[in-house]
């Protein structure tokens, strides 16, 4: 699904003003977090693969225990 068609989605479902652009990069758990300007712990990241799609959060993410 392209990002129009999800916003278009969205927007027609009541939910427009949930929809983030950000002009900075996001690839990261690190990088949304500054670029949304929250901790890290507050990031979920998505795998999307084919059919299977796995959300989770970084709340208990091993490189955040490391850097404690």
Avoid: R
């Avoid at 900075?24 to 690190?30: D, F, L, R, Y």
């Amino acid at each position: 699904m392209s990002f129009e068609k999800a916003k278009a989605d969205l927007e027609e479902k009541g939910l427009g003003d949930h929809v983030i652009v950000l002009n900075e990069s996001s690839a990261t758990v690190a990088e949304a977090a500054h670029a949304l300007g929250v901790e890290p712990a507050s990031i979920a990241k998505t795998l999307l693969d084919g059919p299977f799609c796995d959300s989770q959060s970084n709340a208990g993410n091993i490189d955040s225990v490391l850097q404690a």
